[in-house]
T-cell receptor
Framework: GENVEQHPSTLSVQEGDSAVIKCTYS??????FPWYKQELGKRPQLIID?????GEKKDQRIAVTLNKTAKHFSLHITETQPEDSAVYFC????????????FGTGTRLQVTL | EAEVAQSPRYKITEKSQAVAFWCDPI?????LYWYRQILGQGPELLVQ????????DSQLPKDRFSAERLKGVDSTLKIQPAELGDSAMYLC???????????FGPGTRLLVL
């Protein structure tokens, strides 16, 4: 089955700096890669996703890049703000009716003033 | 905006007791998932439903866990008997069959004493 590895496990940045979180996956058939943000005690919420036919996707301060050859994808957050502090999870799946997500182990991002 | 509902939000039980969790997906979402999230880790799939049918329960410990979605709408996850190692957050998610995005509920935090 799919295996997703995520690094780093913790990340501390100063407000205004950029943050990068990296994930690798093992199943070359995976073609959908979402990122979820989970604040303490709250539900995971989708912040951005990318499909394998696209190399990069951007939404305001958040961007995701995908390298299918190397089987890795990354989350980039620019101009970080205190409200970006949370745990971020990457995931991978093969599209379809039976699609199921395999999650990484999470990155705890702390944005300090 | 429609959300996935779960209850109870918190559950404390003693080992060997039975517990049950309930999930009401977003209306019209035929695919429903139950995940277990151990503190500090990513969600791990327990069972996936397509309408009332189980699509994948390969990671469900069937000696003690059961799940049902009798009418293809809401779902119940049961543990009997509960063990200390079952302490975790149990998350429900749903999605439209033709879409990839999974929407998560707030979860049920289980503590087994």
């Amino acid at each position: 089955g799919e295996n997703v590895e995520q690094h780093p496990s913790t990340l501390s940045v100063q407000e205004g700096d950029s943050a990068v979180i990296k994930c690798t996956y093992s199943d070359s058939a995976s073609n959908y890669f979402p990122w979820y943000k989970q604040e303490l005690g709250k539900r995971p919420q989708l912040i951005i996703d990318i499909r394998s036919n696209v190399g990069e996707k951007k939404d305001q301060r958040i961007a995701v890049t995908l390298n299918k050859t190397a089987k890795h994808f990354s989350l980039h957050i620019t101009e970080t703000q205190p409200e970006d502090s949370a745990v971020y999870f990457c995931a991978a799946s093969v599209s379809g009716t039976a699609s199921k997500l395999t999650f990484g182990t999470g990155t705890r991002l702390q944005v300090t003033l | 905006e429609a959300e996935v509902a779960q209850s109870p939000r918190y559950k404390i039980t003693e080992k060997s007791q039975a517990v049950a969790f309930w999930c009401d997906p977003i209306s019209g979402h035929a695919t429903l998932y139950w995940y277990r999230q151990i503190l500090g880790q990513g969600p791990e799939l327990l069972v996936q439903f397509q309408d009332e049918s189980v699509v994948d329960d390969s990671q469900l410990p069937k000696d003690r866990f059961s799940a049902e979605r009798l009418k293809g709408v809401d779902s119940t996850l049961k543990i009997q008997p509960a063990e200390l190692g079952d302490s975790a957050m149990y998350l429900c998610a749903s999605r439209e069959t033709i879409q990839e995005t999974q929407y998560f509920g707030p979860g049920t935090r289980l503590l087994v004493l």
